[in-house]
């Protein structure tokens, strides 16, 4: 199961509140990003303003200078859709589709560590070999107690574990851990154990 956590970007870009809609439109500009969460003075999120957002201020009438003077809460989006870090994937998906939300912000204690736009998602329904490697060996390194003790590569959708085994039962979970990874559907292991 993929969480929040494993498919956010870190860092999150943020706005203040009270901040120009000129700066967000920079940002969003040089960052090539359609969203950003808006925190208050305390970096609590307060909302998001995406894309959509200022093409309909804009559409409603107000001319560019108009817009870029305002202040960003005049207007974000309040009480955005947001995610926690341990949040499954499926059902982070699932509340996109139901509040049209192309980026959801996800928050500690309502401070913003990361973003997951839709994109995101579905790379976890699709993985490249590069993702499936990447979330492997993160796999592996995680129950070696975060040593790299097992190069994992993957190509064709075909996992190949390399390194030494103290024991048989380190192999098998090895393998259990990289055949269950999203995008892998075998498992080859040149590692010898004992």
């Not at 960003?72 to 947001?82: G, L, Q, T, Y």
């Amino acid at each position: 199961m993929m969480h929040a956590k494993d498919i956010m970007s870190t860092p999150a870009y943020t706005v203040h509140a009270d901040g120009p809609v000129a700066a967000v439109v920079e940002l969003l500009e040089r960052q090539s990003i359609t969203a950003v969460p808006v925190t208050d003075e305390r970096g609590v999120l307060v909302g998001m303003v995406t894309e959509g957002d200022l093409l309909r201020r804009q559409a409603g009438g107000a001319t560019a200078g108009d817009l870029g003077a305002r202040q960003i809460r005049e207007v974000m989006s309040a009480r955005p859709v947001m995610a926690w870090p341990d949040a499954d994937v499926a059902d982070l998906a699932a509340a996109m589709v139901k509040h049209d939300a192309h980026t959801v912000p996800v928050v500690v204690e309502e401070r913003v560590v990361g973003v997951v736009s839709r994109c995101d998602v579905l790379r976890t329904m699709l993985p490249t070999d590069d993702a499936a490697q990447r979330e492997a060996q993160h796999r592996l390194d995680v129950y070696a107690d975060g040593q790299h003790r097992w190069p994992v590569h993957v190509h064709d959708t075909v996992a190949t574990i390399d390194g030494r085994f103290d024991e048989d039962i380190e192999r098998a979970v090895a393998e259990a851990l990289v055949r269950t990874t999203a995008g892998v559907t075998a498992v080859r292991v040149t590692a010898p154990s004992g």
